[in-house]
């Protein structure tokens, strides 16, 4: 499907720190590190702490001090000259140092991760004589003619049990493989796991909206959905919320000012002209504008509160439609997000 809106880079680095999760005190992550100018950047930098420290994730079986990740997305190319372009970063890091040959060509890995194997590169290699080995599924290490050691991770061949989170980073996911990847997420302890792994679904349901489409109406799918989705949608319930509030309330008070103005002069006119018509008009007048400033405060407020509740539930309504959500899914959360009946929820759709 079409991916061109689809942000794929931070669910990749998500999926890299939950991949290597088991060795986190030993690495450290920099996502998009600038290569001295701005328009020159790795897409991840890992750097190894401790020299011996032995990392258990298959791909980072061959990591050294520094290692530069390279992620292309399923809408990227790649072939021989993206494969020299990302040694030629490689090259510049290790020229970046801040004394003369600080980071060691030795030192330096470069992985590139991609969904589908590139043939054509592959063919590449095969035709000019690269040595490749295999160690694991899905890793393939090219083992000549580049400057630093270099690994190309093909994701769609990964093992599930040991990557599935890089695994099903993917836009042709089935039903049973995005419950799989929310079954991971429960049984992730940590809530900054957890908060990674949203990164990941939230891509791969936005890259996989034909499952969405199919789960309309199950209630408890939308209710995980939206447990995934609350913090992103959470700044444009409150942005709505308060545009709705503060547009209602001012919309309100101009009505409710005029309406109680109007009442509270003519209620004091009407007592005024018992008390005799000179002090009963000067006395109407005061009374009148008095009550008519409170009832106009009391009127725009019910009216202001109104109206702001109204946009503020619209403007979700609008929200959840571009996020695919059909009628049962929206109704559930106006329930959740305002505290209304079923019934007077329906009558917004």
């Known amino acids: ?120 590169l592959f063919e590449h290699f095969n035709e000019y004589g690269y040595a490749l080995t295999k160690p694991y599924p899905g890793i393939y290490r090219i083992e000549t003619r580049v400057w630093f050691p270099t690994q190309i991770v093909v994701t769609k061949e990964l093992s599930k049990s040991s990557h599935i989170w890089l695994k099903y980073l993917s836009g042709n996911l089935r039903e049973q493989e995005i419950c799989d990847l929310m079954d991971s997420r429960e049984e992730l302890e940590e809530a900054s796991d957890r908060e990674l792994a949203d990164s990941v679904l939230e891509v791969a349901l936005e890259a996989n909206r034909n499952v969405i489409e199919k789960w309309k109406g199950d209630v408890d799918m939308f209710e995980s959905l939206m447990e995934i989705f609350e913090p992103q949608l959470q700044p444009v319930y409150e942005r709505i919320r308060k545009e709705g509030m503060e547009k209602g309330i001012e919309e309100g008070m101009e009505i409710g000012m005029a309406e109680g103005l109007e009442k509270g002069i003519k209620r004091g006119m009407e007592e005024g002209m018992e008390k005799g018509m000179e002090k009963g008009m000067e006395k109407g007048m005061e009374k009148g504008m008095e009550k008519g400033m409170e009832k106009g405060m009391e009127k725009g407020m019910e009216k202001g509160m109104e109206k702001g509740i109204e946009k503020g539930i619209r403007g979700m309504i609008g929200a959840l439609r571009d996020f695919g959500h059909g009628d049962a899914e929206i109704e559930l959360a106006i329930v959740k997000n305002y505290g209304l009946s079923e019934a007077e929820a329906r009558e917004y759709l």
């Open 1 to 120: 499907m079409g991916d061109t809106k689809i942000q794929w880079h931070p669910g990749f680095v998500a999926a890299m720190n939950l991949e290597f999760m088991a060795n986190r005190n030993d690495l450290e992550f920099e996502s998009e590190h600038n290569l001295n100018t701005k328009p020159l950047e790795i897409d991840l930098l890992i750097i190894k702490k401790n020299g011996s420290a032995k990392i258990a994730n298959e791909i980072g079986s061959f990591f050294k001090g520094h290692n530069i990740i390279e992620y292309k997305s399923p809408r990227d190319g790649l072939n021989i000259d993206v494969f020299y372009k990302c040694g030629a970063y490689a090259g510049l890091y290790k020229s970046y140092g801040r004394t003369l040959n600080e980071r060691k060509a030795e030192d330096i890995t470069v992985t590139i991760v991609r969904e589908a194997k590139p043939r054509k």
